[in-house]
């Protein structure tokens, strides 16, 4: 059995520690279920703007977020369609594993 290649595992690698931290799993819950302004993230999970701006540009260097501009301001999504799968897998995952409620 062949491994992928060292740049990929690297990426993976990258791409679960960064998915580690508790803030960055819950702005990527919110957007999941819709286009977020920074200003509606800081809001909803009850933290500064510069705190909501420092996560989202880590989420947006690892391309689990992208950005659209609307005048004055920029709204977050999840990048794409993998990204999508990638979150509810694991959540699936933890809560079919611990039987938690959703």
């Known amino acids: 059995m062949e491994l992928p290649a060292a740049q990929v595992i690297s990426g993976m690698a990258e791409t679960f520690k960064t998915l580690s931290d ?4 819950r702005i990527l819950y919110l957007l999941s279920r819709k286009e977020l302004c920074v200003h509606d993230i800081a809001q909803l999970l009850d933290i500064s703007q510069p ?13 689990l977020v992208r950005t659209r501009r609307a005048g004055r301001s ?29």
């Open 22 to 25: 508790p803030t960055r799993v």
């Open 51 to 63: 705190a909501a701006s420092h996560h989202l540009r880590v989420l947006r260097m690892l391309r």
């Open 74 to 102: 920029t709204y977050y999504a999840l990048d794409d369609e993998h990204v999508v799968q990638l979150f509810s897998c694991s959540h699936d995952h933890v809560v079919h594993r611990s039987l938690l409620p959703e």
